[in-house]
């Protein structure tokens, strides 16, 4: 056989060969570009403190060093609920309160049953971002009552891999016990049992334990009364004093609502009691400033810091008498609905601020974003990933929702004597509608303290536009929460 028949028997095959080859060379950078995004994937890790108030994170030097100056801190960031376990659903979820319907603390409208028995647990943060291939941590506190009374002490929501979560005496910090992935340890009252201390160990342990990328969701419960400190902040800010606002003990209050209107000025007595009560929460939060700490330095000594997300906020606010109010939150002042939110990471601006409305429902759609997903549809918060990035949103959020709900059981409310109520906070004002039919309006731009109640004095039209974005905002679902908060 000659050489030219041998040629063009072999042709086809060679043809084939070559048509095989170079489909796999087209592959070969594709499956190499997925692989890079796979592995480009951040950590992510969400601290949140229970009940803290804004302005308080440079007293913390952990906090202040490793955070504030190496990330993004954001000026105006709210709740939808300045109330725990309706504010934690809403983070969970991504949902504002009428949506998920966790309407209080406790059960029958809230609390852990509420969430539990309502079979919302099946789609939060935690499934999402599992279903991403995160490895995903849940420590500390989950939602009040938990495991409450539909569930054992060794369960386990779905989305977390990794679970170490107080059962009994969670404020306390010590004479608790702990689910360790449905198994219950019980810790007493020596130094080493100090509950944000044995946070710090677990989350050391999950950081350098496992493959990236991973999802860490770290709740301490601090500075949440009775703010227990560790015992080696007991002596800690001997002189502080709660902030001394404008808004502090609050002087003329002739055009507030009823429930404010009655409340007497604070004794000299009641003062005291509330610059201990400071005290004992900044010793308290020295704790959650070791916690934070201890991530960061765990991050840095693995390698993963440069690659990890760092974020840091709070459940709600708390009053240490402004407005009159010796303590607490519920209300829809700034002091209750204003909360810390600071967030390190690679391509974030150290050091760096924006003024650009967030709030809790936020979160969720962020950590999806920068894991490569999406949050299911019913979600109704924006990513915040534009804002990480420096960028200016051409179409950003306007309005904020805050609604207030109280239990059936009215002995068992908040600290704060206040009725229900739906509130809007935009750029300039905060705007709030009672079940009594009281309303209250304030311009923030002018009275940042919130002073001077204008409900009765501003234009009709600023009242009607106002009373028009709320009413989009309170009966908005899903997808249309994102059109009614950019509504001006």
Same mark, same amino acid.
């Given at each position: 056989?000659?050489?030219?028949?041998?040629?063009?028997?072999?042709?086809?095959?060679?043809?084939?060969?070559?048509?095989?080859?170079?489909?796999?060379?087209?592959?070969?950078?594709?499956?190499?570009?997925?692989?890079?995004?796979?592995?480009?994937?951040?950590?992510?890790?969400?601290?949140?403190?229970?009940?803290?108030?804004?302005?308080?994170?440079?007293?913390?030097?952990?906090?202040?060093?490793?955070?504030?100056?190496?990330?993004?801190?954001? /000026?105006? !960031? %709210?709740?939808?609920?300045?109330?725990?376990?309706?504010?934690?659903?809403?983070?969970?979820?991504?949902?504002?309160?009428?949506?998920?319907?966790?309407? #209080?603390?406790?059960?029958?409208?809230?609390?852990?049953?509420?969430?539990?028995?309502?079979?919302?647990?099946?789609?939060? +943060?935690?499934?999402?971002?599992?279903?991403?291939?995160?490895?995903? &941590?849940?420590?500390?506190? $989950?939602?009040?009552?938990?495991?409450?009374?539909?569930?054992?002490?060794?369960?386990?929501?779905?989305?977390?891999?990794?679970?170490?979560?107080?059962?009994?005496?969670?404020?306390?910090?010590?004479?608790?016990?702990?689910?360790?992935?449905?198994?219950?340890?019980?810790?007493?009252?020596?130094?080493?049992?100090?509950?944000?201390?044995?946070?710090?160990?677990? &989350?050391?342990?999950?950081? #350098?334990?496992?493959?990236?990328?991973? %999802?860490?969701?770290?709740?301490? =419960?601090?500075?949440?009364?009775?703010?227990?400190?560790?015992?080696?902040?007991?002596?800690?800010?001997?002189?502080?004093?709660?902030?001394?606002?404008?808004?502090?003990?609050?002087?003329?209050?002739?055009?507030?609502?009823?429930?404010?209107?009655?409340?007497?000025?604070?004794?000299?007595?009641? +003062?005291?009691?509330?610059?201990?009560? $400071?005290?004992?929460?900044?010793?308290?939060?020295?704790?959650?400033?070791?916690?934070?700490?201890?991530?960061?330095?765990?991050?840095?000594?693995?390698?993963?810091?440069?690659? #990890?997300?760092?974020?840091?906020?709070?459940?709600?606010? !708390?009053?240490?008498?402004?407005?009159?109010?010796?303590?607490?939150?519920?209300?829809?002042?700034?002091?209750?609905?204003?909360?810390?939110?600071? =967030?390190?990471?690679?391509?974030?601006?150290?050091?760096?601020?924006?003024?650009?409305?967030?709030?809790?429902?936020?979160?969720?759609?962020? !950590?999806?974003?920068?894991?490569?997903?999406?949050?299911?549809?019913?979600?109704?918060?924006?990513?915040?990933?534009?804002?990480?990035?420096?960028?200016?949103?051409?179409?950003?959020?306007?309005?904020?929702?805050?609604?207030?709900?109280?239990?059936?059981?009215?002995?068992?409310?908040?600290?704060?004597?206040?009725?229900?109520?739906?509130?809007?906070?935009? /750029?300039?004002?905060?705007?709030?509608?009672?079940?009594?039919?009281?309303?209250?309006?304030?311009?923030?731009?002018? /009275?940042?303290?919130?002073?001077?109640?204008?409900?009765?004095?501003?234009?009709?039209? =600023?009242?009607?536009?106002?009373?028009?974005?709320?009413?989009?905002?309170? #009966?908005?679902?899903?997808?249309?929460?994102?059109?009614?908060?950019?509504?001006?």
């Amino acid at each position: 056989m000659s050489m030219r028949e041998l040629s063009g028997k072999w042709n086809p095959v060679l043809k084939g060969l070559c048509r095989v080859t170079c489909l796999l060379l087209l592959l070969a950078p594709a499956a190499a570009s997925s692989m890079a995004v796979g592995e480009s994937r951040p950590n992510i890790v969400f601290v949140v403190a229970d009940d803290l108030e804004s302005g308080t994170l440079p007293h913390f030097p952990n906090i202040s060093r490793e955070l504030v100056r190496q990330g993004l801190s954001f /000026d105006r !960031f %709210f709740v939808t609920n300045s109330w725990c376990c309706p504010s934690r659903a809403s983070i969970l979820r991504s949902q504002y309160v009428h949506s998920h319907g966790v309407l #209080t603390n406790t059960a029958p409208e809230g609390g852990f049953d509420r969430f539990h028995s309502q079979m919302l647990e099946r789609s939060t +943060i935690g499934t999402w971002m599992q279903q991403a291939g995160y490895k995903t &941590a849940l420590m500390g506190k $989950y939602l009040n009552h938990y495991p409450g009374k539909l569930a054992e002490e060794t369960y386990v929501p779905p989305g977390w891999n990794s679970w170490h979560v107080p059962v009994r005496k969670l404020y306390e910090e010590y004479g608790y016990r702990l689910n360790e992935n449905g198994r219950l340890v019980d810790h007493g009252w020596s130094e080493q049992d100090y509950l944000s201390d044995v946070l710090a160990g677990r &989350a050391k342990e999950f950081i #350098t334990g496992t493959r990236e990328p991973f %999802f860490l969701y770290l709740a301490p =419960v601090g500075p949440h009364n009775p703010s227990n400190p560790a015992v080696r902040h007991a002596n800690a800010f001997p002189d502080a004093q709660a902030p001394r606002t404008p808004s502090f003990n609050q002087e003329n209050v002739h055009d507030e609502p009823l429930w404010l209107r009655t409340r007497p000025k604070l004794l000299p007595s009641e +003062i005291e009691r509330i610059d201990e009560r $400071y005290r004992a929460r900044m010793r308290s939060m020295l704790g959650v400033d070791d916690l934070v700490g201890t991530v960061i330095e765990t991050l840095r000594s693995t390698g993963k810091l440069d690659h #990890t997300y760092v974020f840091f906020s709070s459940d709600n606010g !708390f009053h240490l008498g402004t407005h009159r109010l010796k303590q607490g939150k519920t209300t829809p002042f700034e002091e209750a609905i204003r909360i810390p939110m600071v =967030v390190r990471g690679p391509g974030i601006k150290a050091g760096s601020t924006t003024s650009h409305l967030g709030a809790t429902v936020d979160l969720g759609p962020t !950590f999806t974003e920068l894991g490569g997903t999406k949050p299911p549809d019913f979600a109704e918060g924006r990513s915040l990933v534009p804002l990480l990035r420096g960028q200016s949103p051409g179409e950003w959020r306007k309005n904020v929702l805050v609604e207030f709900h109280r239990p059936l059981n009215r002995s068992s409310a908040a600290q704060t004597p206040v009725p229900e109520y739906q509130a809007l906070r935009t /750029d300039r004002y905060t705007y709030v509608r009672y079940e009594t039919g009281e309303t209250q309006l304030y311009d923030l731009t002018t /009275d940042p303290y919130q002073l001077s109640n204008l409900a009765k004095l501003a234009s009709p039209g =600023v009242l009607l536009g106002l009373q028009e974005r709320l009413e989009r905002m309170r #009966t908005c679902s899903g997808p249309s929460c994102r059109e009614a908060d950019k509504q001006e």
